[in-house]
């Protein structure tokens, strides 16, 4: 079975600067990565995703995200945060072989951004 | 276009009783999965529906149960509640994607009293 580990619970960072998110993922088969990021008191929205290809995956407001085979890692970064990234991001996990897709969720790392 | 849409938004229900989710997919979109987030925590998958039939479950009791309809809206019912059924109830809907990635809607928190 997969699993996601999100290395940190909590990212406090200052306005404007760099910021990196760690993400884990463990599973015997191919997978497909996606960072999704939630806004407070909503729902899920896609940043990025790796299905295959260029292992380097550009996301919206400026994320992007790495995908390391060999550390099994996909850490999202971001080279320069603002106010407005205040939220909490989920790094997920799906096999890329299964015949009946799941996602499965790491338990988040929360993003504060101070001015 | 119209996303992921559910109701109610919130609602307050007393242990013991039931409730019924609804959840509307994405245009185009054929398969819902739904997730229970807990407070401070990640979503955890519950169940998946396509074709009108449940084809993945999570580690949930039967007290959870599910359906899809033709038209491809899903309804999620919990029966009777527990305190800790509080929580975040998403809906994501996809096109038989094999795992590409989740439309997800606003969600229902559920408090149980």
């Known amino acids: 079975a997969q699993s996601v580990t999100q290395l940190d619970s909590q990212v406090p960072v200052f306005e404007e600067a760099p910021v990196e998110l760690r993400c884990n993922y463990s599973s015997s088969v191919s997978v497909y990565l996606f960072w999704y990021v939630q806004y407070p008191n909503q729902g899920l929205q896609l940043l990025l995703k790796?299905?295959?290809?260029?292992?380097l995956v550009k996301g919206i407001n400026g994320f992007e995200a790495e995908f390391n085979k060999s550390q099994t890692s996909f850490h999202l970064r971001k080279p320069s945060v603002h106010i407005s990234d205040t939220a909490e991001y989920f790094c997920?996990?799906?096999?890329?072989?299964?015949?009946?897709?799941?996602?499965?969720f790491g338990s988040g790392t929360r993003l504060s951004i101070r001015p | 276009d119209a996303g992921v849409t559910q109701s109610p938004t919130h609602l307050i229900k007393t242990r013991g009783q039931q409730v019924t989710l609804r959840c509307s997919p994405k245009?185009?979109?054929?398969?819902v999965s739904w997730y229970q987030q807990a407070l401070g925590q990640g979503p955890q998958f519950i169940f998946q529906?396509?074709?009108?039939?449940?084809?993945q479950r999570g580690n949930f009791p039967d007290r959870f149960s599910g359906h899809q309809f033709p038209n491809y809206s899903s309804e999620l019912n919990v029966n009777a509640l527990l305190l800790g059924d509080s929580a975040l109830y998403l809906c994501a809907s996809s096109f038989r994607d094999r795992g590409h990635g989740y439309t997800f809607g606003s969600g229902t928190r559920l408090t149980v009293v």
């Open positions: 245009s185009g979109h054929d398969t």
């Open positions: 997920a996990v799906s096999l890329v072989y299964s015949s009946a897709s799941k996602i499965i």
């Open positions: 790796y299905l295959s290809g260029s292992t």
């Open positions: 529906y396509y074709e009108e039939e449940e084809r």
